[in-house]
C-alpha cells in the first residue's frame, strides 16, 4: 500500500512539472489565459446578375450562367452570383445604368450594347473587320486595352471584367439573294454595333432589337433581314423559317467580347480572394468558350443546309464597299469622342506591331 502512494505521488509530481515546462516554452497551458481567437473567415458574396441574354440561348446566355456555377463551386459556396433572365429584374438595355447607380449588383452583357453611353465601350466587343480572339485577348491584355477598359468603366462606378468570347458570326439572313449594294438600299435590317452604321452607310435601315424580339419582327415583316449571331445559336432562333440566304463571313464581327459588370463599390467590399475567384472564373471562360464556340459551328451549319438555307459568301467587291463604308464611319467616330480616339489608337497601333507576327506565323 505504502508503495502504491509513493507511485501515485511521484506520477502527479511529474505531471506538475511536465505542465509547467510546457507553459514556459509554447506558454499555451496557462488555465487563466484566454483561448486563442479562430482564425478570420473570409467574407461571402450574394450578388444577383441581371443579363441581357435569355439563359437559354446558347453562349450568349449559358456562358452567363457558366459563371454563375463555376464560380460558386471555386469558391465552395462562398461566392453565389445569381443569373436572372432579361426583364426578370430590370430591361435588358437598363442593365448598365442599374449597375452604376448600385440598383443592380452585377449585369452580364457585351460592351458594345453601351454604346449611346459610351461610345468607346463598342472597341471592347466588336470591331468590323477587327481582329480574331487570339489577337483581341493578345491586345486586351498585354496592349493596353484592359487598362483602358477598366479605366472607362470606373469613371462610371463599374468593374467590368471580359468574360468571354465567341467566334466569326454570320452578316445576315435575307429573303433574297444580295446581288450588289443596290439590293440593301432602304432594306429594313436589324444589325449591332458599329457594324450597324456601315450598313446604314451602304444604303440599308438599321435598327438594334433584342434577340428574343428579332423572329417576330422578321416573320411579321417589321424587318425585312437580320444578323444576330453565329450559326449554332442563328439555327436555334428559327430565322431559316423566313429568311434562307445566309452570308458569309461575319466582318462586322470577327469576334465577339462579353463582360461581367459589377457596381464599383460592392467589388471594393469584398476581399482580394473572392475577386481573384471572380476573374479567375471569367478567364476560363474564356477557354471553355473559345473551345465551346468553334465545335458546335460544323453541326449547326449541317443541320441549316439540310433545312434549305442556302450559304453565300460575300463577292470581294461588296466586302470592299463594307470596308470602306468603315473606313468612313470609324473616322467619324474617333473625331466625336476622345475616349474612341484613345482605344481606337491603342487597338490600330497594336495590330499593326502584331501583323508581322501574324503574317510569319500563320497560313
Not at 493578345?138 to 468603366?153: S, T
Not at 463599374?158 to 439572313?173: F, K, N, Q, T, Y
Request: some cysteine.
Amino acid at each position: 500500500m505504502r508503495n502504491a502512494i509513493l507511485f501515485g505521488l511521484a506520477g502527479i509530481a511529474v505531471g506538475v512539472l511536465i505542465t509547467y515546462f510546457a507553459g514556459r516554452d509554447g506558454e499555451p497551458a496557462s488555465q487563466t489565459e484566454e483561448a486563442a481567437p479562430p482564425p478570420a473567415v473570409e467574407d461571402t458574396v450574394r450578388w444577383k446578375m441581371a443579363s441581357t441574354f435569355a439563359g437559354s440561348l446558347t453562349q450568349l446566355g449559358s456562358l452567363g450562367i457558366r459563371v454563375q456555377d463555376q464560380v460558386e463551386a471555386v469558391s465552395n459556396g462562398a461566392v453565389q452570383i445569381k443569373f436572372f433572365d432579361p426583364g426578370a429584374l430590370v430591361p435588358a438595355l437598363e442593365i448598365f445604368d442599374a449597375v452604376s447607380s448600385g440598383g443592380l449588383d452585377a449585369g452580364w452583357s457585351t460592351p458594345g450594347y453601351w454604346a449611346g453611353k459610351v461610345p468607346a465601350l463598342q472597341l471592347f466587343a466588336a470591331v468590323p473587320f477587327g481582329p480574331p480572339a487570339n489577337e483581341y485577348m493578345a491586345w486586351f491584355y498585354f496592349g493596353g486595352g484592359r487598362e483602358l477598359f477598366e479605366e472607362i468603366y470606373a469613371r462610371h462606378n463599374i468593374r467590368g471584367i471580359l468574360c468571354g468570347v465567341i467566334p466569326p458570326e454570320a452578316s445576315g439572313w435575307f429573303r433574297q439573294p444580295i446581288e450588289s449594294v443596290d439590293d440593301l438600299q432602304g432594306l429594313k435590317m436589324r444589325f449591332f454595333g458599329l457594324g450597324a452604321k456601315v450598313m446604314d452607310r451602304v444604303g440599308a435601315s438599321t435598327q438594334l432589337l433584342a434577340g428574343g424580339d428579332i423572329f417576330p419582327a422578321l416573320e411579321l415583316g417589321t424587318i425585312d433581314a437580320t444578323e444576330f449571331s453565329m450559326p449554332a445559336i442563328d439555327l436555334n432562333l428559327g430565322f431559316y423559317q423566313v429568311a434562307k440566304h445566309y452570308y458569309f463571313p461575319g466582318w462586322h464581327q470577327q469576334s465577339t467580347n462579353f463582360e461581367l459588370m459589377i457596381n464599383m463599390d460592392r467589388w471594393n467590399g469584398i476581399s482580394p480572394l473572392r475577386q481573384t475567384q471572380i476573374e479567375t472564373v471569367c478567364g476560363d471562360n474564356f477557354r471553355h468558350s473559345i473551345a465551346e464556340g468553334e465545335t458546335i459551328q460544323i453541326a449547326a451549319l449541317e443541320e441549316l443546309q439540310r433545312k434549305g438555307v442556302t450559304i453565300h459568301t460575300w463577292p470581294e467587291a461588296m466586302l470592299a464597299t463594307f470596308r470602306s463604308a468603315w473606313e468612313e464611319v470609324v473616322a467619324e467616330e474617333v473625331a466625336a469622342d476622345a475616349d474612341f480616339a484613345r482605344v481606337w489608337e491603342s487597338l490600330t497601333t497594336f495590330r499593326e506591331r502584331y501583323k508581322l507576327w501574324r503574317d510569319l506565323g500563320y497560313l
